[in-house]
């Protein structure tokens, strides 16, 4: 608290000295800034890309940034957006945060101050100056909803969002990836990402655009799953057939589909399960046991379609199992029920040797063949040779869009109803009417079913399954997924997914400071996003709630609803 | 809705229904009746274990022994089957779902009604079509009945408290059923709204459903009520009119103290 009075009384000086002046002060702030980010930041070549460039061509590393930045500010100075205080704010102490990195970070590396030229000294008095001229701006207005436009043009906004996502998404995964000071380029970079992020929330971009996507829903998948199909097209150009990427994505688009199970159990019916990854691993046991593995202990060998339902069944039917007994239970004692559970799986895995070869696992798990398509190849689509781990990730975005399915079509039928109900209050929901352990139980078992599902793909991915790959600390990270992205929606449990998987992998130059990073950046988001990065609007209310200051979400949601009386999940 | 039964018929039977929490006794060797076309008021001082009373009748509440018997089948089990039999309730706190529209909250009534499983709701099967269409249809009905037709879309917690009172009322109609009980429901009500209630529990009964009522508000109950029992410290004291009730000696000893010798 004393930080934050501190803040606040230098916050008022400044407004008080700079009065009425600020804008000036930003206009020759962001201006040195620029200037900054043309000129040469280091007296020696070879640090970040070819900072000696004369001139902003090319890849000029940081630099770019800072540039951008710079603009920005400009634009937010001079224009009369909404919110332009706060995205200011974000915008300048970026290019200071960018700016000062390389500065600490140069003075680290090469010892004294004499590494540095006139561009990066301008740049930090520029960031400086422009972050103080924006404390001293007036608040100005909010962003408010955005006004309806003829649907052709709202849809084109929808689609030339999602290009812009699936744009920024290649370029995050590209950037650094062949340079060679690339931890300060990736920092760098991250930075820039979230000042522009924060910018844009400011100014209300993100909320006018989930506005658009409630009310063009159809066109928003439609672009989504196409960006997601052109994402291994795009990569495999932009890193010159690398397969690293797509072998993440592979991975990551197998724990979405898990995490959206998990989103059903948590998010819509609210039962904390702790050891949801048991239910994935069976999935994979049984896919390994049943697939025709090279070390493995059973004989069987199915075709693929059958393997899959049969993992799920039996992942259902072992949630059922475990269901039945701990979900009378409510709660924490629910939560601590289920991480028992999921620590038992592992340890009969581990020890359960004829069946499941102990710690050494099933390993040698072919690749998959559906017919006569291997997954275990490379194809050529379209003049791009895709790496193999596309097959997977083509796979298991039909299993996405199943998972999806069951997701959002149970969540507005009777079930649904029941477990937002059970949610809200199980004494009241069982006193309506709701049976609620049945209702419960179908939760766990549907969601333990599409866990299954995902465990058995994985099993083929990952050509081996041990009983380390299903530890407490997997759960957590899915249920870190669910809740980062934002509990009970769709795309959340993808967004999480996506950045809980791909940050550690990014942040792999950092070696074993990369959990720290990883840590900072998740508390980081639940300070200022507590209800994940899409919320839904029946969280977002539910949050509200703790907090009365921001107001506008109580008026906007029934509007949202408005005609269907009915929130959509 | 203004079919009126000919023959008077029992709906709910209570005998020497009892319910102990360790020594304390909160309902004691109850006999209670509804019959067909009444409004039964029921009412005590404080903690005279009217809530608990309600709480056995709706399966909250195990009682610890005695005997429950709607239209003569025995009342037993969890909650949601006792109101699958045909007895609905309202809460003395509202406990309605917050974050759900009005109309979603009564559709939850609707819950035990249908039976869509989770393949006809995953593919929109026919079966799924049908209920969701009836039982928003019916949902709509009820919200019209109390007279919430226009806030359908409004989340429950919004609403202004008078509403909230009525939206319970609509979610527990919307389980269709037999008997309807409500607890306090003019509980933090003002004058207006209380009338309110009143015409509504009126419009209840005439469309033929008995209902049983506890109230502190005696104006309420006087007016409203067929039969008045008097429940304190865990006893049937008296049963009767109204006129009967009002008059008796021991009821208001209950409420105000014997006077000092």
């Given at each position: 608290m004393t930080l934050a009075t501190a803040a606040g009384r230098l916050s008022a000086q400044v407004q008080a000295r700079l009065n009425g002046v600020w804008r000036p002060v930003v206009g020759v702030s962001s201006a040195l800034l620029l200037v900054g980010s043309l000129l040469p930041w280091l007296a020696f070549s070879g640090y970040p890309g070819q900072l000696k460039s004369a001139f902003f061509l090319g890849d000029a590393g940081v630099r770019n940034y800072t540039l951008l930045l710079a603009i920005g500010c400009l634009i937010l100075a001079f224009t009369d957006l909404p919110g332009a205080r706060k995205a200011g704010l974000a915008v300048s102490a970026g290019a200071l945060a960018v700016s000062l990195g390389t500065f600490l970070a140069v003075l680290n590396e090469r010892g004294g101050l004499g590494a540095f030229a006139i561009g990066i000294i301008l740049a930090l008095v520029g960031s400086i100056g422009a972050l103080l001229g924006f404390i001293a701006m007036p608040a100005g207005r909010e962003p408010g909803r955005p006004r309806r436009r003829p649907t052709p043009i709202e849809i084109l906004f929808v689609v030339l969002a999602q290009i812009a996502l699936l744009a920024v998404v290649v370029y995050t995964l590209d950037?650094?990836?062949?340079?060679?000071?690339r931890s300060s380029r990736i920092i760098g970079f991250f930075l820039f990402l979230i000042a522009v992020c924060a910018a844009l929330n400011a100014v209300g971009v993100f909320g006018a655009l989930s506005t658009l996507y409630r009310r063009h829903r159809g066109v928003t998948m439609v672009a989504g799953a196409l960006a997601a199909i052109a994402f291994p097209f795009l990569i495999s150009q932009v890193q010159d057939g690398n397969a690293y990427w797509i072998r993440v994505a592979a991975y990551i688009a197998v724990f979405a589909a898990a995490a959206i199970g998990l989103n059903i159990v948590v998010?819509?019916?609210?039962l904390l399960d702790l050891g949801y990854v048991a239910f994935f691993g069976v999935g994979a046991y049984v896919a390994a046991l049943l697939g025709d593995a090279r070390l493995t202990t059973s004989s069987v060998s199915l075709p693929f379609y059958l393997v899959i339902v049969v993992s799920a069944v039996a992942a259902a039917i072992f949630g059922v199992i475990i269901g039945a007994p701990t979900l009378r239970l409510r709660g924490d004692y629910l939560a601590i029920v289920t991480l028992g559970f999921g620590e038992i799986f592992r340890l009969v895995a581990q020890n359960y040797d004829d069946l499941t070869r102990g710690p050494n696992g099933i390993s040698g798990v072919p690749n998959l063949k559906i017919g006569s398509f291997d997954f275990g190849e490379s194809h050529t689509v379209l003049g791009t040779k895709l790496p193999y781990f596309a097959n997977y990730y083509f796979i298991e975005l039909l299993l996405i869009a199943f998972v999806i399915l069951v997701f959002s079509r149970l969540g507005t039928s009777r079930i649904g109803r029941a477990w937002v109900a059970i949610r809200e209050d199980e004494t009241a929901a069982e006193a309506m009417g709701v049976n609620t352990i049945a209702m419960k139980l179908l939760a766990f078992a549907i969601g333990a079913f599409l866990a299954g599902g995902a465990g058995a793909i994985n099993a083929h991915l990952a050509t081996q399954v041990s009983?380390?790959?299903?530890t407490f600390l997997e759960s957590v990270t899915l249920l870190a997924a669910v809740v980062l992205g934002g509990m009970g929606t769709v795309p959340g449990a993808i967004l999480g997914s996506a950045v809980l998987i791909a940050l550690p992998e990014k942040l792999r130059t950092f070696q074993d400071n990369r959990l720290l990073f990883y840590g900072i950046a998740l508390i980081l988001m639940m300070r200022f996003r507590p209800t994940g990065i899409v919320s839904s609007i029946r969280r977002k209310l539910e949050f509200d709630d703790a907090d009365p200051?921001?107001?506008d979400a109580v008026t906007q949601a029934p509007a949202a609803s408005h005609g269907k009386g009915m929130v959509t999940p | 809705m203004t079919a009126v039964p000919a023959a008077v018929e029992r709906v709910l039977d209570v005998k020497q229904v009892t319910k102990q929490f360790g020594g304390l006794?909160?309902?004691?060797k109850v006999d209670f009746h509804v019959d067909s076309g009444e409004i039964v008021g029921l009412i005590g001082p404080n903690g005279a274990g009217k809530t608990t009373f309600f709480n056995c009748l709706t399966g909250l509440e195990e009682p610890t022994s005695g005997e429950i018997r709607y239209r003569g089948r025995e009342l037993s089990g969890r909650p949601a089957e006792v109101v699958k039999t045909g007895l609905a309730r309202t809460f003395q706190n509202i406990r309605l779902?917050?974050?759900?529209t009005a109309l979603e909250n009564v559709l939850v009534g609707r819950h035990c009604r249908t039976s869509t499983g989770p393949i006809s709701a995953i593919f929109r099967g026919p079966k799924y079509k049908r209920e969701e269409r009836e039982s928003t249809e019916a949902a709509r009905g009820w919200l019209d009945f109390v007279g919430l037709a226009r806030i359908e879309g409004e989340l429950a917690k919004n609403l202004p408290y008078g509403d909230q009172r009525r939206l319970e009322i609509a979610r527990a109609l919307a389980t269709d059923p037999g008997l309807l009980l409500l607890d306090e429901p003019t509980a933090g009500m003002n004058p207006i709204e209380t009338r309110q209630a009143m015409e509504l529990v009126k419009s209840i009964r005439e469309a033929g459903l008995p209902v049983i009522v506890i109230e502190h508000d005696m104006k309420f109950i006087f007016n409203l009520c067929d039969r008045v029992a008097v429940l304190v410290q865990g006893q049937l004291l008296v049963e009767g009119t109204p006129a009967e009730v009002q008059s008796d000696h021991r009821v208001i000893e209950a409420y105000l103290g014997s006077p000092v010798e």
């Open positions: 950037v650094g990836q062949n340079d060679e000071e998010g819509q019916a609210g009983p380390d790959s299903y200051t921001s107001g | 006794t909160a309902v004691n779902f917050p974050h759900m």
